[in-house]
């Protein structure tokens, strides 16, 4: 077998000796499976499928709870009677 750098390697390795690229097995389904053929699921998925959250969902729910946070903290100190400087005082950002 030869490797994507042109070196003769071992065949169905999963990385080349020589350049430490990943190799990919090169052999027919056939000889993976014997020959025989195999039926593709038909089944039910259980629990799968769910829509994952892209980098723009993540951001904006980190955005929302963030502004809670912040909406939160000046709600109580409101409370408390607390100024802008004790909260950064009480922060440690003074």
Known sequence: MRCQCGASIPDNVEYCPYCGK???IRTRPEKLTGGSHIEP????????????MGCL??????????????AMLAFFSHLAGWSFQDIVGWLGLA
Do not use: E, I, K, S
Not at 57 to 70: C, D, H, P, R
């Open 22 to 24: 990943r190799q990919y």
């Open 57 to 70: 969902g993540t951001t904006l729910w980190t955005l929302v709870f963030l502004a809670l946070m912040v």
């Open 41 to 52: 699921f038909q089944g039910y998925y259980a629990g799968g499928g769910g829509r994952r």
